[in-house]
Antibody, heavy 119, light 109 residues
């Protein structure tokens, strides 16, 4: 059974940093591209970062470029999102999702982890 | 940047009724790179449809998708109680970007 489990969310002050993780199981993690999607309270879905199975290429949405870094450790079946210089508008539930390319869609999602940026 | 506009924002229907959800793209969506997701309160989104019309594993056949180019539709033929949720369309383009619509809430009338 495919499982994606996020962790690492919490309360952080504006300007602070946080790293969220996504532990994958039930599939060959190293064969799949992964993506982070976030959802602000009461709002819709926004993709923020993509990483290929082999770590390159990597892409970000403009609003997080230069502040967020996506990475993965295929040996540990884990995906990460390092978030620096956090802003109030980064407050959201952060989901990791698996990419299926035939055709492109997100076939499995984690349960999400809440990041709250507030003083 | 491709913008997806979903309509209506909210659909108020009774169990057993037919639901028709629209997703319109600001530019042509390549090769039907259009997917639909369902999200219930407090839960992660769940894949319903990929390639505009292919149901994901385990999705009942009362769900169907259609459309091409810039206009796509998700139809639920007869609403079951568990179908009341928010539905999102999503497209992929090679910019790359993964764009979601703003969602349509299907609520019990």
């Amino acid at each position: 059974e495919v499982q994606l489990v996020e962790s690492g969310g919490g309360l952080v002050q504006p300007g602070g940093s946080l790293r969220v993780s996504c532990a994958a199981s039930g599939f060959t993690f190293s064969s799949y591209s992964m993506i982070w999607v976030r959802q602000a309270p009461g709002q819709g879905l926004e993709w923020i970062s993509y990483i290929s199975a082999t770590t390159s290429p990597i892409y970000y949405v403009d609003s997080v470029k230069g502040r967020f870094t996506i990475s993965r450790d295929n040996a540990k079946n884990s995906l990460y999102l390092q978030m620096n210089n956090l802003r109030a508008e980064d407050t959201a539930v952060y989901y990791c999702a698996r990419v299926d390319w035939a055709p492109p869609h997100l076939d499995y999602w984690g349960q999400g982890t809440l990041v709250t940026v507030s003083s | 940047e491709v913008v997806l506009t979903q309509s209506p924002g909210t659909l108020s229907l009774s169990p057993g009724e037919r639901a028709t959800l629209s997703c319109r793209a600001s530019q042509t969506v390549s090769s039907n790179f259009l997917a639909w997701y369902q999200q219930k309160p407090g839960q992660a989104p769940r894949l319903l449809m990929s390639g505009a019309s292919s149901r994901a594993t385990g999705i009942p056949d009362r769900f169907s998708g259609s459309g091409s180019g810039t206009d796509f539709t998700l139809t639920i033929s007869r609403l079951e109680p568990e179908d009341f949720a928010v539905y999102y369309c999503q497209q992929y383009s090679s910019s790359p970007e993964w764009t979601f619509g703003q969602g349509t809430k299907v609520e019990i009338k």
